[in-house]
């Protein structure tokens, strides 16, 4: 065996795909691809982690796949969402610090292009059944509109389980942007939607489906039988080790409110037991081995108190550059290429999905006008080649506290988490500094023997937090005083045909646009996509 677990005819078959693959004109020749994303999925909360909760359906991916150990996200939603579908660093889009709210109007940037696309263009069908989360006010935000074929889901998170899968009171629920009425409940819509869309597909084409699904996110519900079966499940979590998390707990306890540990187990089963019924399907139709299966959560597990998540042995959770906020449970499965029960314990980022899934399904990526922040791990998955990561990887969230930071910038080395609380006459910093590859549970804090690490760390954060849009998303928990959501969200974006061809410019005219982006210096960026010099703090763009 090599040392990615591929026997050396495998090796020797994926060797000519790689040589026969661009010469062939027959699409169907690629594989299909599914990516399976869950929403606030634990790293203890699967079976093949030792978890309390069934996960048949992840297990059979596990042993049948390679685990994806070291696979990180943003702590929260969108900005891994954004990342997954460009392929580019949140920070650029102008969503990092917190999520697209129903009551914004943000989204990701028409001129950016989308994984779908690439995918698109090079003869695939393309489908997106779920959760969508990067943009809803206007129809150049919408997954038809970013190389999605057929879209079957929510443009917003929240929506409940059951109908009228409704946020903020408006319905939403659509297909290929007309509202629709649904009985049942929501994972399992999901995995019917997706099976319809396997049979029914055009044989003769591969096909790419983004399966992002609402579960296990709050609020948490489950049918009857799955609430039954975990009714008396004793949450033994520990202790998450971060401020946020463990006070949400405390002050649950001390309330008398009832552990959410139950009720997000029986989401999670439902969850697995939806992706069952997809794994069945290509099994039924006769196309598991050349599909690519990839899974993964979109941050780490929720593990505060109304979340029900466990993200042992790592520390905290969702919301938190800790690593139970970013690294993640990840798993891929294509038994034409791969052996089964495979880990690859290298560093891959949701931004790095892109270039890798385009690498091996042959796929040249359209990305010609912004270039891409994430790396093909396909050879690390394939055959076990060392990528080792001395650039840095960087994440935050300012989410759910308005002021309260958190930040993260590491490689296969050092890890620095800072702590930033910004008030109106003053901030605080606390950095706590990890060599992760040998505490990947971060319990020794270096910072205090190795501050000129801690000074190098936190300058290159400081430098990556230049490159946010001012513009951008930031903790609004609460929409604006007297804000109405509409009565069905379908009808919300506003169509293409009504709107100007171009991004609006803003307020200051072109010759001032440069010296007032200097002037905002570490505040962001008003010049879109502008890395500055670091010498000159904003204006003088690299591009």
Known sequence: MLPGGISPMRKLIIMLFAVLLPMTAAANDRPNIIIMVADDLGWADVGFHGGDIDTPSLDRIAAEGVELSRFYTTPICSPTRAALMTGRDPIRLGVAYAVIWPWTNAGIHPEEHFMPQSFQAAGYQTAMVGKWHLGHSLQAYHPNER?????????????????????????????????????????YILADEVSRYIRDREQDKPFFIYMPFIAPHTPLEAPDDLVAKYADLEDKRGPARSRNTDESRKISRLTGQPTARPMFAAVVDGMDQAIGRVLDTLDEEGIADNTIVLFFSDNGGAAYASGGADNAPLRGGKGETWEGGIRVVSLLRWPAALEGGAKMDQIMSAMDVFPTLAEAAGVTPGNEQFELDGRSMWPAIADGKRQPREDLLFFTSETPIRGRFMFTAFNDHWKLVQEVEQGLLSATVTNHLFRISEDPNEYNNLASEYP?????????????????????????????????????????PRPIEETQETSAPGMPPPYALKPLDWQHGEAGRLIYNCEPYKFAGGGLCKQ
């Open 147 to 187: 190389g999605f074929d057929h879209f079957y889901g929510h443009l917003h998170t929240e929506v409940g389980y059951f109908p009228p899968f409704a946020n903020q009171g408006g319905k939403d629920f659509q297909q290929n942007g007309v509202s629709i009425e649904k009985e049942g409940y929501e994972s």
């Open 452 to 492: 000129e690490v801690v000074e190098e760390l936190a300058g290159e954060i400081h430098y990556w937090r230049t490159l946010y849009p001012v513009a951008g998303t930031r903790s609004e928990l609460v929409p604006p005083p007297g804000w109405r959501a509409p009565k069905d969200w379908a009808t919300y």
